[in-house]
Nanobody, 114 residues
Framework: VQLVESGGGLVQPGGSLRLSCAAS????????MGWYRQAPGKQRELVAV???????NYADSLKGRFTISRDNAKNTVYLRMNRLKPEDTAVYYC?????????WGQGTQVTVSS
């Protein structure tokens, strides 16, 4: 499965963005789809994941501001990001994980700055 992220860009502090991750094939049976991010000089970290059953898990620091969702009919996973902060600046990566599967997208840059 190929993953293509979109929706990143420059946004002011307090603003919102919605990232999309389009998969090249059906994601309905993929166990988890997730978003991770990597800021300059830092390790890649979990943002949020969603299972095939719809269960979600978030990084503690992002709960309440970020929302992950999936549309199996469109083979797309979304990340809604609200009340963005400068420390949210990073490259955001989409991930698909399951039995014998661990696939990453190329990433999309999110920059939060005034």
């Amino acid at each position: 499965v190929q993953l293509v992220e979109s929706g990143g860009g420059l946004v002011q502090p307090g603003g919102s963005l919605r990232l999309s991750c389009a998969a090249s094939e059906s994601i309905a049976s993929i166990y988890t789809m997730g978003w991770y991010r990597q800021a300059p000089g830092k390790q890649r970290e979990l943002v949020a994941v969603i299972t095939s059953g719809g269960s979600t898990n978030y990084a503690d620091s992002l709960k309440g501001r970020f929302t992950i969702s999936r549309d199996n009919a469109k083979n797309t996973v979304y990340l809604r990001m609200n009340r963005l902060k400068p420390e949210d600046t990073a490259v955001y990566y989409c991930n698909a994980r399951g039995l014998l599967l661990d696939q990453w997208g190329q990433g999309t840059q999110v920059t939060v700055s005034s």
